[in-house]
């Protein structure tokens, strides 16, 4: 005990004399927080909330973009609170604690912030940037610094904390840490010519169901019907996008739409999607270490098993490569599948999948569903919104277009006369295909009356709605 306390009294003293030199109140912008964000200027602050003790201000600096601001208690760290010797007596010492006790050092705050969606450091500018929510699909500058040396203990406790090691012989690392968050790292300047950086992507902590979608009206209530009918149907689904256009969100609202009582394996490179379902499988690939004995598992092999596990819906986070062609084999053998990939078309996703690595036989291609493009689109006051743009049926590998934001009318009498897959989603859901309209309406209006609605409270929704329409099956 003594000996952590005199190892912790030397780095306070490391501390403090760091943050004498650095202080420099012509040129460090942080110097002025008391007078700037105590009265910050109407015009410049753009949002403005507290997490415990923290305060956050989103603003719009003399640059005329858009930065985030922490304010955190200035009270000073105190030894003995740390290794236990003294009981917290508030929520600034508490902060601080498990601040410490974390191992995220200054991207503390951005953690336990429900707003921050991913973390980045690029050993650029040493600046962290982040992607808030109240600014969807952009890279906003987060006022917090990191010094080399900061960076480079940073990036070995986040490999830590994914149970790695980061070195100059393992210079990069990927994975998940013990708390769920996905992380990339690189150590020094062996691969990366600005030194260590990271990127973080928080794990959500609860599951986005359709009714998140629907009040943020990515799509509308008679499209994810439509939808609804294909996916229940074993439909085969790929939605694709540009990276960051919310391909994995709007997979995962699409599989919570799916029967309660049915069983569903999610296969994914790092854990990203998180359904409501109690009979989810989740599995995700193994990667070969340097230097290890250790098999590699990849998503063509995790595909394979879960065929073996008799499932009714298998979906695949992404595709890339050779997996594809399994998924494939498991839609054209009654398995219901979705997946993502990377495209700007539902053309572009037709090219994506017959030319190499991917290479999928024409037979292959017909067994797709449909094809589901959404996009970040501009908005006013330069931010960006998500919405579901287009969706195009393959018919006999021509793509048949049922819906283009913008371009159609949204209507249930529309998609119905355009669509040639409603037709066998009745056949097999077992109701006649006369029915069709009032089957869309049904469904429309429980999605109308469940926008908003918790997860809890959509599941329970969910599951009564399929007890009415099907019977007491749970």
């Keep these: 005990m003594i000996k952590l306390r005199l190892g912790l009294e030397k780095a306070f003293k490391i501390i403090k004399n760091n943050k004498t030199e650095e202080k420099d109140t012509k040129e460090n912008f942080y110097e002025q927080e008391d007078n700037l964000f105590k009265n910050p200027p109407k015009w410049s602050v753009i949002a403005q909330y507290k997490i415990g003790p923290v305060n956050y201000y989103v603003y ?31 929520e600034e010492e508490r902060y601080l604690i498990n ?24 050993g650029y500018t040493n600046n962290i940037s982040a992607i808030h929510k109240l600014v969807p699909s952009r890279w906003i500058m987060v006022d917090i610094k990191l010094e ?49 950086n990271f990127v973080l992507r928080k794990y959500p902590e609860k599951p986005l169901t359709m009714s998140d979608l629907l009040a943020s009206k990515v799509l509308s209530p008679i499209i994810a019907a439509y939808i609804w ?34 069983k569903i394996i999610t296969i994914e490179d790092t854990p990203e999607l998180k359904l409501i379902s109690p009979n989810w499988d989740s599995f995700i690939t193994r990667p070969k270490l340097p230097g290890s004995e250790v098999e590699e598992i990849n998503m063509e092999d995790l595909l394979k ?11 695949v986070g992404e595709v890339r490569g050779r997996e594809a062609k399994v998924l494939a084999q498991a839609a054209t053998s009654g398995y219901g599948a979705m997946t993502t990939i990377h495209s700007d078309s539902p053309e572009g996703v037709i090219s994506r999948l017959t030319l190499e690595p991917i290479k999928l036989p024409s037979l292959f291609i017909k067994s797709i569903t449909a094809i589901i493009q ?36 949204n209507d249930i009498d529309n998609i119905v006369r355009k669509s040639k897959k409603l037709e066998i989603a009745s056949n097999r859901l077992g109701f006649n295909y006369n029915e069709i309209s009032e089957e869309m309406k049904s ?32």
């Design 374 to 409: 959404i996009r970040t689109l501009p908005s006013l006051g330069g931010k960006a919104i998500r919405r579901l743009y287009e969706i195009d049926e393959v018919d006999d590998e021509e793509l048949l277009n049922i819906y283009k934001l913008g371009y159609q009318t």
């Design 229 to 262: 009918l294909l996916a229940e149907a074993q439909g085969f689904l790929i939605i694709s996008g540009s990276m960051g256009s919310g391909k994995t969100t709007l997979l995962q609202s699409i599989a919570s739409l799916l029967p309660p009582y049915s």
């Design 305 to 315: 098993y879960a065929l073996r596990r008799r499932a009714d819906y298998v979906i």
């Design 99 to 122: 601040k410490y006790k974390s191992g995220y050092g200054k991207i503390y705050p951005l953690i336990i912030d429900p707003h921050i969606d991913e973390i980045s450091y690029n």
């Design 60 to 90: 719009r600096g003399e640059d005329n973009l858009v930065h985030l601001y922490i304010n955190e208690p200035k009270i000073e760290m105190n030894i003995d609170l740390l290794t236990g010797l003294k009981k917290d007596t508030n």
């Design 148 to 196: 080399k040396e900061e960076s480079d203990s940073l990036v070995i406790e986040l490999a830590r904390k994914a149970n790695k090691v980061v070195s100059l012989t393992t210079p990069y690392i990927e994975g998940i840490t013990d708390d769920g968050n996905r992380i990339s790292v690189s150590f020094l300047n062996e691969i990366s010519h600005f030194g260590s």
């Design 443 to 474: 469904r429309i209006e429980f999605l109308e009356n469940t926008i908003g609605k918790s997860p809890e409270d959509f599941y329970v929704s969910l599951s009564r709605y399929y007890v009415e329409k099907y019977g007491d099956v749970l």
